[in-house]
């Protein structure tokens, strides 16, 4: 957890500057208290259902250009 030692107080990690500067005094606090957040991934399941509604829909259009082609 940063720690501001001109304000003496802890500091939450999203309080904290992009430069790594308390936000009351602006003195440096340390980077490596600093946590920065992991960035997300979509789950693989995710793209498995992604690839499932995209087979779905080609096949969907395909009976659609069937039942056009053959007078509704």
């Given amino acids: 957890m940063p720690w501001c030692d001109d304000c003496d107080r802890y500091l939450a990690p999203n ?3 992009a430069e790594g500067t308390c936000p009351t005094c602006d ?3 340390d980077a490596t208290d600093v946590e920065q957040p992991a960035p997300v991934k979509a789950p693989w399941h995710f ?3 992604v690839a499932a509604l995209i087979a779905y829909l080609g096949w969907r259009v395909i009976q ?7 007078g509704f």
């Fill in 15 to 17: 309080t904290v500057s």
């Fill in 27 to 29: 003195a440096t606090v």
């Fill in 47 to 49: 793209w498995v259902m």
């Fill in 64 to 70: 659609a250009g069937i039942w056009v082609v053959n």
